[in-house]
Each structure stands twice: as C-alpha cells, then as structure tokens.
C-alpha cells in the first residue's frame, strides 16, 4: 500500500472525507439539523475568536497527551482502553498532591503535583497490565472496567472525604487557590505549560520509539510476540513499561485537567479524552506526524459543537458523531482499497 | 420466604436485557466475530425503541424497531470486518462510541419525555401459586422473552443443523467452507441475529427496566458487563444467561447495600459491577496461566475445580476468513 502515489493517497483521504460527510449529513438530517449552517456554526464555535482558540488549544492539550502515549503501547499492539481512567486517576493523584497547599503554594508544588499525576496514571495503567500478564485478562476488559472503578473514586472523593464545606455536588471539590493554577498564555484559557507538556510528550515518544533501541525492540514485540519471546526481548516486561508510560502520559492529561482548565476536581474531570483519543490514533492509522492535526481537529470540534444547543437546538454529541463517522468512513475508504487491490491480483 | 420471592423477582427483571445482550453476543462469538459495539448499540437501540413507541404509541413496535437498529449496527460491522477485512475490535469500538452519542444526539427531542412501556403481564391462575406466583405470576413481558430467549438460542446451538453450522463456522471456517458452507455469509446472518437480540436488550431497558429516555439512561456500561459476561459463561448460552443473572443480583443487592450503608454516596454503586468483572474475569482465565497450571499440577485435588472453570473461546474467534485464499 506504501507504493501508491501521493497523488492516489490523497484521492482515497478525500474520498474517506468525502463519505464522511455525506454520512453526517444523512444521521444528522432527522434531527433536523440544515447541513451547511450546522457545519458553519460548528467551525465559526471553534476559531471565530482567540478566546475560543485558546479553548481548542486547552483541549488539544490533554488530547494530544493521551493520543501519542496511546502510540507506545499500540505499538506492541496492545489496546489501552483504560486512557480514560489513566486520566481521571492522574487528576485524583495531583488533587491529592495539592491538597495539604490549599493556602497557595509555588512552583514546586505545581511540579509536585504533575509527578504526582504521572504516578497515579502510570500505577492505574499497570494494574491492568499486570492483570493481563499475570491473570489473562484481556486488556479491553481490565482497561474498561478500571475506568470505571476510577470514575466511581472520584465521584466517592468529591461526595465523601473531598467534598466541598457544606455541600457536596457535582461540580466538584473547593476550587484550588489562584497561585497552583498553571500560568496562561497571554489572555488565552490555555497554559504555556500544558503546551509545553503535549509538545515534549510528542518528541518524547517520537525519540523512544523510532530512535532507541528500547523502541526498536518494541516494535518487534508487536510484530511477532512469539519471535520477540525466542530472542528474549522480554515482552512481558516490555508490556508492562509500554503501558506505564503511556498511563503516565495520561495521568499528565489529568494534571492539567485540574490545574490548568477546571481548577478542582470533578466527576467529567477527563471530558472523555481517553475514548477520543484512541478514535485519533485509529484515524491517524497510529502514525505519529499526523496524531497533533487529528487532535487539533478534533478538539475544534468539541468547543465548536458548545455553540449548536445555543444557535440551532441540536444536542452537542454531534462532535463525537462526526469523529466516529470519519474514523469510520476512513476504515470503509481502507476496506473498499484492499478490497478493490485484491480483485485487480486475482484478475 | 415472600422477600426472597420478590428479591427473586427483582433480579430476573433487571437481569432480562443482560441477558438479551449476553446470548446476542454469544451468537456473534460463536460465529467467530466479536461485536465490540455492544453498549452504544444498546444505547442507540433503546433510544428508537423508545421514540418509536412514544411516536407511534405502541411499546412492541418499539422493541421491533431497536432490534432493528441493533442488527442495523451489527450490520456494519459485518460488512467492514467480514468482508472488507478490517480489525474487528477497532470497528466495533468505533462503533460503541458512535451510537453513543449518535443516541444522545438524536434522542434530544425525545429527552425526559412520557412514553408507553411494556407494563406488566399477568399470567391467569398463577398468581395464587405460593412462591411461584409471586415470580412469575405478573411479571414484565421481557422476563418472559429473556427466558424464551434462553432455551430457543440453547436448543438452535445444540440441537439443530443451523447451530452445528454455526459452531463450525466458529471453530473451523476451513473446513466448513470445505463442507460447502459458505462462511462468510453465515457470519454475516448472525451478527445480524445478535444484533437484533442487543437491540431488544436495548428495548427492554428503556421499555421496561429503566422506562424513559434521557442523558443518561442508565444503561450505560451494560453492554461492556455483558461482552465480559460472555467470556464468563464460556460462550455456552445457559451459562452465560447464569452470569447474567448473577450480575443482576450484584445491581440489585447494591441496592439494598445502599440502605444499609447510606454514608456512601449513591453513584458509586453504579460502578460496583466492574470491579466484578475484573474479578470474575480473573477467575475465568487464571487457569490457563502457566503458574497456575504449575501449581494445579502439583495439588492433583485442584485439577477437578480448576476443570469446573476452564473454558475455550470459539477456536476462530475474530479471525478473518477469506475464501479466495483457499483451504
């Protein structure tokens, strides 16, 4: 598939798009939804101003931190679904860190509470590891049910030990004094850090996986885990660091979930980054180069889609649906491709 | 004695779209195909049910119409993942999170709405029955499906030529395909029938279990419990419907649990069936662990438990089959 033509490669992507938006156009008609005006409203929410631009880039951050930690364990092909809950524990874990500085405190403890964050992502994502490698379960099941189990801490901390003076409710615990929010950009609702964070994160892995040996022999492991055993690359313990690494990625999402956007902790604290996250890396086909557009489209969309309740009465899921359906439309585009290949080799 | 009759009840209840969802999948799995989409499809399939039979005023044609979205659903996933070869796990989550907010997105209008349910069913004579009547005297009509559905997949599975069929493909598409069973399509019509069986899963929990529609439903998770409940019953219908209803009791027991513990806050009983699963799950599979095994050989006594336990996926789960590349 490698030798087709640049100019092929684009034909097929724009067909993929091409499906996809006819395919949106099809769901979201029922909902009475007029085409042209929901795309406008959707883009016009997401960049019409530089407030909303910092908003995208506030969540690209997170984003594009779960979706280039998702390249190292897939690399092994492994299936982190528990990202989500990587996220959420990564918050409880630099919630947790702050705690004792309520009267304010300076950037050591902001430092503290991002190592913190990485600690308890990275721990979570082990869990379900350990519980593949050492109890057969598969990694979608383990990974999934964590997330949840984590979901129900969270929402255990906010209404029990965590819970705000005198009322305890979703919005979450007593927000964190001013002087543990991470510094903004400018005027913008993103931080200088969190993007400092997502872009060493991606050269971070970008080095470890195709410039170490560490990667290479990663690498290997997904390839061809019975290969990798006989040589002795060690794939059990090469597992277990893919996925440490890739949770304490996402924990680090959670960090600046809670230091840099809400600034408390809440039961929504991961805005459903981990699930978006792995429809980027399918989308991106897990090539690393193209995972922070993907990331920086969607999250166009997800502040964009706050616009349509407001403009046009339609539920704000349309983001989501319209990254599902592009993901989707890209494997069809894929299938309809190998399909096609195959038929011209039986010829 | 009349507690546990009704507590009996209660579980049968909330256990009847689990175990609608559990035999849909088990049907998938046994064909060789896994339906990863399993909880946004019953999202998806409870909110049409419910906008059906709230637009058109009748609650049965709701139940057909998410069965119809479920296999619509399942549909896809056997076009893209059987015939045109791509990952079966990646579609399908794709798929779950699509339906989800497919079902959010086009359930707005319909949210917090009244709507007709299923109600209940009397079965005359029975209910001055002592224990029995106070079960199934005047049950939900999904009860009863559930447990039709039960004996009908266990009977098609074990008992006729179609569900032979249908575990060859599942075992061993080559040589079914050497016996003049064209594999592909027979995966293709029971992802379509597990399907629909999730899309009543769907219906029953919007239609009776959980009457309503809204953001959220409260079944969300179910599907994922149900995929892990599968493995649980080792792809064997009545086992799995067993595991179903073990689930059930862990949701209604937490209600119970709540009572006497009202310092915890309610939505974490919401998520005490996944850690469950992880256990169950644990329990399920340590057997084939290598240590494990280890140990069983040591300790012979073990080796009758640990046999009551294993259990053997359909040799070709979720692996392609190509015909064209021969046997």
């Not at chain 2, 609608?20 to 046994?30: C, D, P, S, V």
Request: hydrophobic letters at 55%; charged letters at 10%; a positive charge.
């Amino acid at each position: 598939m490698n030798r087709d033509s640049l100019l092929a490669q684009t034909g097929w992507l724009a067909l993929a798009l091409l499906l996809a938006l006819a395919l949106t156009v099809i769901v979201a008609l029922p909902a009475g939804a007029p085409p042209l005006e929901t795309i406008y409203v959707l883009f016009k929410g997401g960049v019409s101003s530089w407030s909303k631009i910092g908003r995208v880039l506030a969540g690209w951050v997170p984003l594009t931190l779960c979706s280039v930690g998702l390249l190292i364990p897939f690399t092994a092909r492994l299936w982190n679904i528990g990202v989500e809950g990587q996220v959420i524990m990564g918050a409880i874990f630099a919630t947790a860190a702050l705690r004792p500085f309520e009267n304010g405190g300076g950037t050591g403890v902001i430092i503290l509470a991002l190592a913190a964050s990485m600690a308890g992502g990275a721990l979570w994502a082990l869990l379900a590891g350990l519980l593949r490698v050492f109890g057969r379960v598969h990694e979608i099941f383990s990974g999934l049910g964590l997330n949840f189990v984590a979901l129900g801490v969270t929402l255990w901390l906010i209404f029990g030990p965590w819970k705000r003076p005198g009322v305890a409710s979703m919005s979450g615990t007593k927000p964190l004094d001013l002087s543990l929010w991470l510094p903004r950009l400018g005027n913008l609702s993103v931080s200088w850090v969190g993007l400092g964070l997502a872009c060493a994160a991606i050269v971070l892995v970008y080095f470890l996986l195709y410039r170490t040996k560490w990667g290479l022999k990663m690498r290997a492991v997904g390839e061809n885990p019975k290969a990798a055993t006989l040589f002795a690359l060690g794939p059990r313990r090469r597992l277990l660091q893919a996925f440490m690494l890739c949770g304490g990625l996402a924990g680090l999402a959670g960090a600046t979930q809670v230091l840099g956007v809400y600034h408390r902790l809440l039961p929504n604290i991961s805005s459903g980054y981990g699930y978006t996250a792995l429809l980027v890396g399918m989308m991106a086909s897990f090539r690393l180069p193209l995972v922070p557009f993907i990331c920086l489209f969607f999250a166009i969309l997800n502040v964009g889609s706050i616009q349509l309740p407001l403009q046009l009465g339609l539920d704000s899921s349309l983001s989501g649906v319209i990254q599902g359906i592009m993901v989707l439309s890209l494997f069809i585009v894929q299938g309809l491709r190998l399909w096609l290949k195959q038929r011209k080799e039986n010829d | 004695m009349d507690t546990f009759a009704l507590t009996i009840a209660a579980i049968l209840m909330a256990g009847a779209p689990l175990v609608l969802a559990t035999l849909g999948e088990t049907l998938t799995e046994k064909a060789g195909i896994i339906n990863l989409s399993l909880d946004g499809s019953i999202l998806l399939s409870a909110m049409a049910a419910f906008a059906c039979s709230a637009t058109f005023g009748s609650p049965w044609l709701g139940m057909l119409a998410g069965a119809g979205v479920g296999a619509a659903i399942a549909g896809v996933l056997g076009l893209i993942g059987i015939y045109l070869g791509q990952s079966q796990l990646a579609v399908g989550f794709i798929l779950t999170l699509l339906s989800r907010d497919l079902a959010y997105f086009l359930g707005h209008n319909f949210s917090r709405q009244p709507g007709p349910d299923l109600g209940l069913w009397t079965i005359p004579g029975l209910g001055h029955a002592p224990f029995v009547g106070l079960i199934f005297g005047t049950q939900s009509p999904v009860v009863y499906l559930s447990l039709a559905a039960i004996a009908f997949c266990w009977w098609w599975m074990y008992r006729t030529e179609g569900g032979m069929r249908l575990r060859a493909v599942g075992e061993s598409p080559r040589a079914a395909f050497g016996r003049g069973i064209r594999v592909r399509l027979v995966r293709l019509y029971y992802c379509l029938a597990g399907g629909a069986l999730v899309g009543l899963a769907g219906g029953a929990y919007s239609l009776a279990v959980k009457p309503g529609w809204g953001r959220p439903q409260g079944c969300e998770g179910a599907g994922w419990i149900a995929l892990a409940i599968v493995i649980f019953g080792g792809w064997h219908p009545v086992r799995a419907a067993l595991g179903a209803f073990f689930f059930a009791a862990l949701q209604v027991s937490g209600i119970y649990l709540q009572e006497i513990f009202p310092s915890i806050p309610a939505p974490v009983f919401q998520v005490a069936p996944f850690p469950m699963m992880i256990l169950t799950l644990l329990a399920v599979n340590m057997g084939r662990m290598g240590w494990v095994q280890d140990i069983v050989r040591r300790h012979p006594f073990l080796k009758a438990f640990s046999k009551s336990w294993s259990i053997e996926a359909p040799a070709a789960l979720g692996q392609d089959f190509d015909p064209k590349k021969g046997l």
